[in-house]
């Protein structure tokens, strides 16, 4: 079965520090790989996705993300964290006809 | 332009009564989906639409759950006979045939007393 690991539940960083936020799935086919992102009192949001092409995947507001085939991996990252990015941030798969979301990260960002 | 709208925002309910909550996908998107949040989980899969193809149904948790859309339009997502454990937001995406991307509405809160 498809599954999607998200190996930090709660990450605390000062402005200006870097993030690197772990992804993990377990699929064997071509996938397609979604960084989803939940501003406090907001719905769901696209920050990135990945279909083919470049492994390195440029989102809204500087993130980006890696995809590494070998280690089932797609690392999101922005090299300088902001206040407002403090947010609740899902990584999906969507194997085949539904997307299979992690646990989520809750990113809190302290000035 | 116009997302995805869903209503209501928040619903309380007792025990054992029935809810039905709606979703409006945004327009032309022919795929629709509902999902389930429970608190401090991540996003739960319970229902595909696409088209008029048969809905793909293996994410419901019980037969006390059910889902409806007419055509490329509306869905409602019923839970008859509510518990505790049914206490969540649940999520409605459309997708876009042209990008392929899922847009999510702002949830239905459900607490069930």
């Known amino acids: 079965a498809q599954s999607v690991s998200q190996h930090n539940h709660h990450v605390i960083l000062s402005e200006a520090a870097s993030l690197e936020l772990g992804c993990n799935y377990s699929?064997?086919?071509?996938?397609?790989l979604f960084w989803y992102v939940q501003y406090p009192g907001q719905h769901l949001q696209l920050l990135l996705k990945?279909?083919?092409?470049?492994?390195l995947v440029k989102g809204i507001k500087g993130f980006e993300a890696e995809f590494i085939k070998s280690k089932f991996s797609f690392n999101l990252r922005k090299p300088s964290v902001q206040w407002s990015d403090t947010a609740e941030y899902f990584c999906?798969?969507?194997?085949?006809?539904?997307?299979?979301f992690g646990a989520g990260t809750r990113l809190a960002v302290h000035p | 332009g116009a997302g995805v709208s869903q209503s209501p925002s928040n619903k309380v309910t007792e025990k054992g009564k029935d809810v039905e909550l709606r979703c409006d996908p945004i327009?032309?998107?022919?795929?629709l989906y509902w999902y389930r949040q429970r608190l401090g989980q991540g996003l739960e899969f319970l229902i595909y639409?696409?088209?008029?193809?048969?809905?793909?149904k293996s994410g419901l948790p019980s037969d006390r759950f059910s889902a409806e859309r007419t055509g490329e339009s509306v869905s409602t997502l019923t839970i008859q006979r509510t518990q505790q454990e049914d206490s969540a937001v649940y999520l409605c995406?459309?997708?876009?045939?042209?990008?392929?991307?899922?847009?999510f509405g702002p949830g239905t809160r459900l607490t069930v007393l």
């Open positions: 999906a798969v969507d194997g085949y006809n539904k997307l299979i």
């Open positions: 699929y064997g086919g071509t996938v397609n």
């Open positions: 990945y279909f083919s092409g470049d492994p």
């Open positions: 327009s032309g998107h022919t795929a």
């Open positions: 639409f696409q088209g008029n193809s048969a809905p793909d």
């Open positions: 995406a459309s997708i876009s045939d042209s990008t392929d991307t899922q847009y």
